[in-house]
């Protein structure tokens, strides 16, 4: 030993933050093992990047390492490291206060406000991510000496207020601090922190990919009930993501992304990307073959997981990928990045956006390039992901044009394979303007609804959308490629253009307008209760009518999702669309002329009524009334 024991105060807001860091803060108290081999890391970097500047710094490089050891009669836990180490100064001034650290304004605020809240705002330091030792430990002693310096210096601390600090001979350069173990209490959250399990089960999960070796002496027994002291590596260093893409298997790629997933596939699509600059970091994204089981869950986990300098943050790190991308699975590895004090949160910043919209950038690039090479592999990832790909439509304006190109969607051009929006309009009729659908619960249902009959006639291709999130995004997005989203169950649909076609066909629709004065706005106060209006139809061929929307209507399917999700919308009243040349109709205008007050009139309104709604797979207001009109009028025709 050197000089006499100093005994300082903790500054009173770096007393504050260790009531905070030992009662409040953290929420798994294992991380603080973490913590001490990051700063053990950090050490063993500046070391290295300084003998690189110093070429007279007396320095061993040759094995930079960490060191657990345990000493479960004395009941410590020591973490040791060969780096840089630390100065008197150095000590005093990163654990003794958090000058510098910007969070005593920040301390005091708390102070003010007593929201606790408030403490996961703090930003982490050296000296901050030290406190959390004490989250373990009734005392701390840390004992190091700083490269280039003869003099080591050993401090002390229980945590409550109060610091020893002296001078210590002999100590080689680095850092070692030694935890005084609390007992194991499983309520409070305290593990035996002694156990060689424990201590294994920590490093890999935090600390695997430091680049530096993690060693452990343990002790093994032979089959001859020998006892020899061995000592491993705990951690692989093996960071994938750090390493250059041509010096990586696909083997090793598929081990990686496996671990991380558990899944027992092989990924669909590596990406593996480097971005350098004011803001560095290493992703490594997988697109899964498949979905897994949850994607649909609202309980189910998402995001990629956050490294920071190789040390493990979080496994879910929502803030970097949007809910549309749940899918993908992966390490984003950031250089510098805010985080709160526990590094638990990540910090709402300028970067954390940044990083997020070049990995959705990324992600879309890699699909479109899928479907651009091998549109059969593109069409199997769709089948997996391409409803959620589609929620990205409601949820991220900035890549809508991105989305909408990958959008692959049933239609009536080939009843096997999906056409892209781009295929869709490569092949548009001459003067067509819009981009036609029609949603539904089935193809089925969609192909045979009596929208389609026109259509079908004159040769125009339908997308046909079935997934409950294309009742949404269609009303979202205004057009693609210059040409509008138009469905074709709302509106009016005249596919002879503006001009009504031939003067021939323009004679014949005034004549039937003129023959249907009388029976449409009889019709349409018949059945006020139940349509907004009665009208002919150009969208008909063979059926007798059908119900339509305004053009800024909701869809009943839609007003049905809304009710379904607990919200109150107001009931929309459609159209009642009448095709004139159907033999039904015909016949009810002719019987409406020869006898407009006959009461069967209405009752056979209700039942053309009913019939449209049933014949797009719609639901009947009465379904009861409807069976019993029916079945009277089929007896009467007996």
């Given at each position: 030993?050197?000089?006499?024991?100093?005994?300082?105060?903790?500054?009173?807001?770096?007393?504050?933050?260790?009531?905070?860091?030992?009662?409040?803060?953290?929420?798994?108290?294992?991380?603080?093992?973490?913590?001490?081999?990051?700063?053990?890391?950090?050490?063993?970097?500046?070391?290295?990047?300084?003998?690189?500047?110093?070429?007279?710094l007396?320095?061993?490089?040759?094995?930079?390492?960490?060191?657990?050891?345990?000493?479960?009669?004395?009941?410590?836990?020591?973490?040791?490291?060969?780096?840089?180490?630390?100065?008197?100064?150095?000590?005093?001034?990163?654990?003794?206060?958090?000058?510098?650290?910007?969070?005593?304004?920040?301390?005091?605020?708390?102070?003010?406000?007593?929201?606790?809240?408030?403490?996961?705002?703090?930003?982490?330091?050296?000296?901050?991510?030290?406190?959390?030792?004490?989250?373990?430990?009734?005392?701390?002693?840390?004992?190091?000496?700083?490269?280039?310096?003869?003099?080591?210096?050993?401090?002390?601390?229980d945590?409550?207020?109060?610091?020893e600090?002296?001078?210590?001979?002999?100590?080689?350069?680095?850092?070692?601090?030694?935890?005084?173990?609390?007992?194991?209490?499983?309520e409070?959250?305290?593990?035996?922190?002694?156990?060689?399990?424990?201590?294994?089960?920590?490093?890999?999960q935090y600390?695997?990919?430091?680049?530096?070796p993690?060693?452990?002496?343990?002790?093994?027994?032979d089959?001859?009930?020998?006892?020899?002291?061995?000592?491993?590596t705990?951690?692989?260093?093996?960071?994938?993501?750090?390493?250059?893409?041509?010096?990586?298997?696909?083997?090793?790629?598929?081990?990686?992304?496996?671990?991380?997933?558990?899944?027992?596939?092989?990924?669909?699509?590596?990406?593996?990307?480097?971005?350098?600059?004011?803001?560095?970091?290493?992703?490594?994204?997988?697109?899964?073959?498949?979905?897994?089981?949850?994607?649909f869950?609202?309980?189910?986990?998402?995001?990629?997981?956050?490294y920071?300098?190789?040390?493990?943050?979080?496994?879910?790190?929502?803030?970097?990928?949007?809910?549309?991308?749940?899918?993908?699975?992966?390490?984003?590895?950031?250089?510098?990045?805010?985080?709160?004090?526990?590094?638990?949160?990540?910090?709402?910043?300028?970067?954390?956006?940044?990083?997020?919209?070049?990995?959705?950038?990324?992600?879309?690039?890699?699909?479109?390039?899928i479907?651009?090479?091998?549109?059969?592999?593109?069409?199997?990832?769709?089948?997996?992901?391409?409803?959620?790909?589609?929620?990205?439509?409601?949820?991220?304006?900035?890549?809508?044009?991105?989305?909408?190109?990958?959008v692959?969607?049933?239609?009536?051009?080939?009843?096997?394979?999906?056409?892209?929006?781009?295929?869709?309009?490569?092949?548009?009729?001459?003067?067509?303007?819009?981009?036609?659908?029609?949603?539904?619960?089935?193809?089925?249902?969609?192909?045979?609804?009596?929208?389609?009959?026109?259509?079908?006639?004159?040769?125009?291709?339908?997308?046909?959308?079935?997934?409950?999130?294309?009742?949404?995004?269609?009303?979202?997005?205004?057009?693609?490629?210059?040409?509008r989203?138009?469905?074709?169950?709302?509106?009016?649909?005249?596919?002879?253009?503006?001009?009504?076609?031939?003067e021939?066909?323009?004679a014949?629709?005034?004549?039937?307008?003129?023959?249907?004065?009388?029976?449409?706005?009889?019709?349409?106060?018949?059945?006020?209760?139940?349509?907004?209006?009665?009208?002919?139809?150009?969208?008909?061929?063979?059926?007798a009518?059908?119900?339509?929307?305004?053009?800024?209507?909701?869809?009943?399917?839609?007003?049905?999702?809304?009710?379904?999700?607990?919200?109150?919308?107001?009931?929309?009243?459609?159209?009642?669309?009448?095709?004139?040349?159907?033999p039904?109709?015909?016949?009810?205008?002719?019987?409406?002329?020869a006898?407009?007050?006959?009461?069967?009139?209405?009752?056979?309104?209700?039942?053309?009524?009913?019939?449209?709604?049933?014949?797009?797979?719609?639901?009947?207001?009465?379904?009861?009334?409807f069976?019993?009109?029916?079945?009277?009028?089929?007896?009467?025709?007996?």
């Amino acid at each position: 030993m050197g000089s006499t024991v100093e005994t300082l105060e903790f500054q009173a807001e770096t007393r504050q933050l260790l009531r905070l860091v030992i009662h409040s803060i953290y929420s798994n108290k294992d991380i603080f093992l973490r913590e001490l081999i990051s700063n053990a890391s950090d050490a063993l970097d500046k070391l290295r990047l300084e003998s690189l500047i110093d070429s007279g710094l007396d320095a061993d490089t040759s094995d930079l390492h960490i060191t657990l050891e345990t000493d479960p009669e004395a009941r410590t836990l020591t973490v040791r490291d060969n780096g840089i180490g630390m100065s008197r100064e150095d000590i005093v001034e990163l654990i003794g206060t958090i000058a510098k650290s910007g969070t005593a304004g920040l301390l005091e605020k708390i102070k003010e406000t007593e929201d606790a809240a408030a403490a996961q705002s703090l930003i982490g330091q050296f000296g901050v991510g030290f406190y959390s030792a004490f989250m373990v430990a009734d005392r701390v002693t840390l004992r190091t000496r700083r490269a280039g310096t003869e003099a080591g210096t050993q401090w002390e601390s229980d945590g409550e207020g109060t610091y020893e600090i002296q001078a210590v001979d002999g100590l080689p350069v680095g850092t070692s601090v030694t935890l005084h173990l609390k007992p194991a209490d499983g309520e409070d959250g305290l593990a035996d922190y002694l156990a060689d399990w424990k201590i294994r089960q920590i490093v890999k999960q935090y600390s695997d990919f430091i680049r530096w070796p993690i060693r452990m002496a343990s002790e093994r027994t032979d089959a001859d009930g020998a006892t020899t002291r061995q000592v491993d590596t705990l951690n692989s260093m093996k960071a994938l993501w750090a390493r250059p893409r041509s010096e990586v298997t696909e083997a090793e790629y598929t081990e990686f992304y496996q671990q991380i997933s558990h899944d027992w596939l092989a990924p669909a699509e590596t990406i593996h990307m480097r971005a350098e600059g004011t803001f560095e970091y290493e992703a490594l994204l997988f697109i899964p073959s498949q979905a897994p089981f949850d994607l649909f869950s609202r309980d189910a986990k998402r995001g990629v997981q956050l490294y920071v300098k190789r040390v493990f943050i979080m496994d879910d790190c929502e803030a970097l990928m949007p809910d549309y991308l749940r899918f993908v699975k992966g390490v984003v590895d950031a250089h510098d990045l805010s985080l709160n004090i526990s590094r638990e949160i990540l910090q709402q910043d300028r970067q954390i956006r940044g990083v997020r919209r070049r990995l959705v950038k990324k992600v879309l690039g890699a699909l479109k390039d899928i479907q651009a090479k091998d549109s059969e592999r593109y069409l199997k990832l769709w089948d997996q992901f391409g409803r959620v790909l589609k929620e990205g439509l409601l949820e991220d304006a900035d890549s809508t044009a991105s989305l909408l190109e990958l959008v692959s969607a049933a239609s009536t051009h080939d009843a096997e394979r999906p056409t892209t929006l781009r295929e869709y309009v490569g092949r548009m009729k001459e003067g067509q303007e819009a981009i036609y659908y029609l949603t539904g619960e089935d193809r089925a249902t969609v192909e045979n609804s009596p929208h389609m009959e026109a259509f079908a006639a004159k040769g125009y291709e339908v997308l046909i959308l079935t997934d409950p999130v294309d009742e949404v995004w269609v009303e979202r997005v205004p057009d693609f490629d210059g040409h509008r989203l138009q469905s074709i169950a709302k509106g009016q649909v005249d596919l002879d253009g503006p001009d009504g076609g031939d003067e021939e066909a323009g004679a014949e629709k005034a004549k039937r307008e003129q023959e249907f004065a009388a029976l449409l706005p009889w019709l349409t106060q018949a059945l006020s209760g139940q349509v907004k209006e009665v009208r002919l139809s150009s969208r008909l061929t063979t059926s007798a009518a059908c119900v339509v929307g305004d053009a800024q209507d909701m869809t009943p399917t839609l007003e049905k999702m809304y009710r379904a999700m607990g919200q109150q919308v107001p009931p929309v009243k459609r159209i009642l669309e009448l095709n004139p040349a159907h033999p039904l109709i015909t016949g009810l205008r002719a019987a409406h002329e020869a006898d407009p007050g006959n009461p069967a009139l209405a009752e056979i309104a209700e039942l053309v009524h009913g019939g449209a709604l049933l014949a797009e797979g719609g639901d009947l207001p009465d379904p009861a009334r409807f069976t019993r009109l029916l079945t009277e009028r089929l007896a009467r025709g007996l």
